[in-house]
């Protein structure tokens, strides 16, 4: 029902714009997510957007480099991460909840295939 495009391979302090396409109606996900996954670690949240007047909600980690946005019209969900940097390199994955939720990936309902990012020189 999700799926990602727009990963790949980019130098430190490049950008890639993330973009996840739902099969519905993004209207009916109250919340959606982009969460990230390196080997041997738990998925994180790294960014949330619900249907809510809230603002977004960033991991710490990104906050002022990526920005969410979702185009409820077109059904899409956007990444935009600028001044990439090599830790930011993982699995990234589109994620939906219909319910109001934190940025918690056990939280959420739907799931992308993943798409991988690599920040490298």
């Known amino acids: 029902q999700l799926v990602e495009s727009g990963g790949g391979l980019v130098q430190p302090g490049g950008s890639l714009r993330l973009s996840c396409a739902t099969s519905?109606?993004?209207?009916?996900?109250?919340?959606i997510g982009w969460f990230r996954q390196t080997p041997g670690k738990e998925r994180e949240g790294v960014s949330c957007?619900?249907?809510?007047?809230?603002?977004?909600y960033y991991a710490d980690s990104v906050k002022g480099r990526f920005t969410i946005s979702r185009d409820n019209g077109q059904n899409m969900v956007y990444l935009q991460m600028n001044s990439l940097k090599p830790e930011d390199t993982a699995v990234y994955y589109c994620a939906a909840s219909r319910q109001r939720v934190a940025c918690v990936f056990s939280l959420f309902n739907y799931w992308g295939q993943g798409t991988q990012v690599t920040v490298s020189s």
């Open positions: 519905r109606f993004t209207r009916d996900y109250y919340t």
């Open positions: 957007i619900s249907n809510s007047y809230d603002g977004p």
